[in-house]
């Protein structure tokens, strides 16, 4: 798949090389507190910029000009194929949020995802607790669908016991995409 160009930012897939960008982000605890993963290791990072350079899921958000990377998206195709339902996920470097970057970028991806990959259907779920991220969802247009409750657990409290949390589920429809977006069908 084809690199995208915004106004500020190179939507690009990621390189083995793209480790040490990676652990700038994904090392800090506030950046992972709401993934179902912990701080990650320069090690860890290194590995993980190898795996996600092999895969089509997941996508490099860099500043232009300078192709720094500050954060990834995930656009992933869940099944069955024939419901067309790609599900998007987000996370950036906390040195640039509050920029509107994850909105230019997750509107391009969106875009592409509707009008060339014939998409029906984008999801995206979210912990209540993340405003910034369900806010963010709201202002592309994406509607909450549902608020389930104590359905996740990352991670376990001191005797091992699951620690439970809520999650929302939002999602946008191809025909609300093309209207909210002024696009043609």
């Known amino acids: 798949m084809e690199d995208f160009l915004t106004a500020r930012l190179l939507l690009r897939r990621f390189l083995p090389s793209d480790g040490a960008a990676l652990h700038a982000y994904l090392s800090l605890p506030e950046v992972v507190r709401y993934e179902p993963y912990p701080v990650q290791s320069a090690e860890d990072c290194e590995r993980l910029a190898a795996e996600r350079a092999a895969r089509d899921d997941l996508w490099a958000v860099c500043l232009r000009p300078s192709?720094?990377?500050i954060g990834n998206l995930y656009l992933h195709r869940e099944e069955p194929r024939a419901w067309r339902t790609w599900t998007l996920g987000y996370v950036l470097h906390p040195d640039h949020w509050g920029r509107?970057?994850?909105?230019?970028?997750?509107?391009?991806?969106?875009?592409?995802?509707?009008?060339?990959?014939?998409a029906h259907r984008v999801m995206a779920g979210c912990d209540p607790r993340?405003?910034?991220?369900?806010?963010?969802?709201?202002?592309?247009?994406?509607?909450?669908?549902?608020?389930?409750?104590?359905?996740?657990?990352?991670?376990?409290?001191?005797?091992?016991?699951?620690?439970?949390?809520d999650s929302y589920l939002y999602a946008v429809l191809a025909d609300e995409w093309r209207a909210r977006s002024g696009l043609s069908r």
């Open 100 to 118: 509107g970057y994850a909105s230019e970028a997750a509107s391009a991806l969106v875009t592409a995802c509707f009008e060339s990959w014939g």
């Open 130 to 165: 993340n405003a910034a991220s369900w806010r963010l969802l709201e202002r592309l247009g994406f509607r909450r669908e549902g608020h389930f409750r104590a359905n996740a657990s990352f991670t376990s409290d001191a005797e091992g016991n699951p620690v439970w949390h």
């Open 67 to 69: 192709g720094d990377l």
